[in-house]
Structures are given as structure tokens and as C-alpha cells.
């Protein structure tokens, strides 16, 4: 029997979530509809009955948290950011995840790298929030690298990291104010700075790259940033961000059906949507 996914947003012409989706599905033989379902906050409640009687929905901004009261039960995922963007239907129970932090997780674990030691992220807004507190949760020794104006959000994502792990390191710079001499195993990009079209911006300068073991840039479009080619560059294991929007949709698959994938073929899946965002902006 075919069952019934949909994507839920406000504006999402340029989502790659549906073949992303696709491919899961038809890797496992499945059979399925997924629909796109736009939405502005107000009109949840006339579209309840649809959205609860689909057996399962991804959930993009501006909806991740107005989607919550649909929820019956919230997974620990959930709980931890008040944010959900996969939901699971199953006998009419509805319960919430957030598959963003997975995707996060296995992305950094697939690259061949992790958290220990002292690790950069730039940025700590939206994504970059749920960055700082896995790599922090994760054992990281956090240097958080923000601009003045979001140094409020640096302060406020300390204090959650500190409530949720009490020996937990972490330290604020202003991005101008990078150490010089510092070693990083992992540097994170959350910032937007790169990303298409202005891709010719870098959010740090050379020598922090050159500081990096590894480099993450939560960037999809380009699929290789002005970030990634220079730490590709220099030898590091580096990865762009459509790793980890493939990644927390096979998390969702798997709480949806329980399916397990092939990592050769999570990576052809990576590849062919790079291609694809490629291929859109020519």
C-alpha cells in the first residue's frame, strides 16, 4: 500500500528535500507519495486533518517549532532544541524528532573525523546553534567565532551548553579576534558567508584553514564553497553541507520504516544532488 509523506514549509521552490526523498524510497523498494505542502503560520490549524493524517512529514522553517502542539509525544532530539523537523505517524500517534542533529553527527562521522580536541565553529545562529551544542555534548573544546552583533547568541548558546553539560568547554571570540596559534581539529562553517551567489566570500581567513585538520561548511549551493577548495587544497578531509541535509532525511527514513542504507549508496545519493544544485544554477 502507498503511503503519504509531504514536505511542510512556506517557500520551498528550491528544496532538494522530494528527491532526496525519492531515491530513499525507491532504494527500498517502496511505494509512496511525497508532496510539497506550503504553508504560512497561520493556516496550520485549517490543515490540521491533512498534515496528522499523512504517515509521515518533514517540517522546514517557518514551522519547526508551530508543528509541536500537532505532536503527541517529542523525542529527547526534539525536546533538546523545541524544534521538530521529521514527524512519524504511527497507529495515529504522532511523534516529533529532529534529524538535523543526526545529519550533523554523521556527516562529521563519515568524513573520518569527531570532536576531540579543540574545534572552531563560525557562526551559532539557527543551525549553528544545534552545531555548538552536539560538538559541545559531543566533548569538543568549543571556541565559538561570532561578529559583535551576534554575540548575544553566542552567550545564550554557552549558557544552554553549560545547563546541559555542566564541565563543558567552551569560549567566545569575535571572528576578527580568531587565535593565531591555536590547533583545530575540526573548523565549522554555519555562517552563510560563501554561499551562492555571492560565492566568493570566506568566512576565515587562510591561516585558520591551514590550522584545521578538518573543515565542515554547512553550504550546499555551491557544492564546494570558496572554504571547502581551500582546505581541499591543503590535503584536509573536508565536506560541504549536502551531506548533512542526505543524511538527516535517511534519518527520518529510518524512524519511519526502520530502513539502513548502504553508505556507497548514501554517497552516489550526495553526489547526484550536488549535481543536481549544480546543474539548477547554470
Known amino acids: 500500500m502507498s503511503k503519504k509523506y509531504a514536505l511542510?514549509?512556506?517557500?520551498?521552490?528550491?528544496?532538494?528535500?522530494?528527491?532526496?526523498?525519492?531515491?530513499?524510497?525507491e532504494l527500498k523498494g517502496r511505494e509512496f507519495s511525497y508532496e510539497i505542502i506550503e504553508l504560512k503560520a497561520d493556516e496550520l490549524e485549517a490543515n490540521r486533518d491533512r498534515l496528522l493524517s499523512l504517515t509521515?512529514?518533514?517540517i522546514t522553517i517557518p514551522h519547526k517549532t508551530g508543528i509541536i502542539p500537532y505532536c503527541d509525544r517529542l523525542d529527547k532530539s526534539a525536546?533538546?532544541?523545541?524544534?521538530v523537523n521529521c514527524i512519524d505517524n504511527k497507529d495515529g500517534i504522532h511523534t516529533g524528532f529532529n534529524t538535523d542533529c543526526d545529519g550533523f553527527l554523521?556527516?562529521?562521522?563519515?568524513?573520518?573525523?569527531g570532536f576531540s580536541g579543540d574545534v572552531l565553529l563560525i557562526g551559532c545562529g539557527g543551525v549553528g546553534r544545534?552545531?555548538?551544542i552536539e560538538a559541545a555534548?559531543?566533548?569538543?573544546?568549543?571556541t565559538i567565532a561570532v561578529l559583535q552583533s551576534d554575540m548575544g547568541l553566542a552567550l545564550q548558546v554557552t549558557k544552554e551548553i553549560k545547563a546541559m553539560k555542566a564541565d563543558a568547554q567552551v569560549e567566545i571570540v569575535l571572528n576578527t579576534e580568531i587565535p593565531a596559534d591555536k590547533h583545530y581539529s575540526l573548523l565549522m562553517n554555519a555562517t552563510p558567508v560563501g554561499m551562492f551567489p555571492k560565492v566568493d566570500g570566506c568566512p576565515v581567513p587562510d591561516r585558520v584553514i591551514e590550522q584545521s585538520d578538518a573543515v565542515f561548511d554547512v553550504i550546499y549551493n555551491p557544492r564546494k564553497t570558496v572554504l571547502i577548495k581551500k582546505a581541499e587544497a591543503l590535503g584536509k578531509k573536508a565536506s560541504g553541507g549536502m551531506a548533512m541535509l542526505?543524511?538527516?532525511?535517511?534519518?527520518?527514513?529510518e524512524i519511519w520504516d526502520g530502513d539502513r542504507y548502504d553508505e556507497a549508496d548514501?554517497?552516489?545519493?550526495?553526489?547526484?544532488?550536488?549535481?543536481?544544485?549544480?546543474?539548477?544554477?547554470?
Open 106 to 113: 554523521k556527516t562529521i562521522e563519515a568524513m573520518g573525523t
Open 246 to 253: 542526505v543524511y538527516q532525511a535517511v534519518s527520518a527514513h
Open 130 to 132: 544545534m552545531m555548538a
Open 8 to 25: 511542510l514549509g512556506e517557500s520551498l521552490k528550491h528544496t532538494m528535500s522530494p528527491p532526496i526523498h525519492k531515491r530513499l524510497f
Open 266 to 282: 548514501i554517497t552516489a545519493l550526495i553526489h547526484d544532488m550536488e549535481d543536481l544544485v549544480e546543474s539548477s544554477d547554470r
Open 79 to 83: 525536546k533538546r532544541y523545541n524544534s
Open 56 to 58: 509521515g512529514m518533514n
Open 137 to 142: 555534548l559531543e566533548g569538543a573544546a568549543l
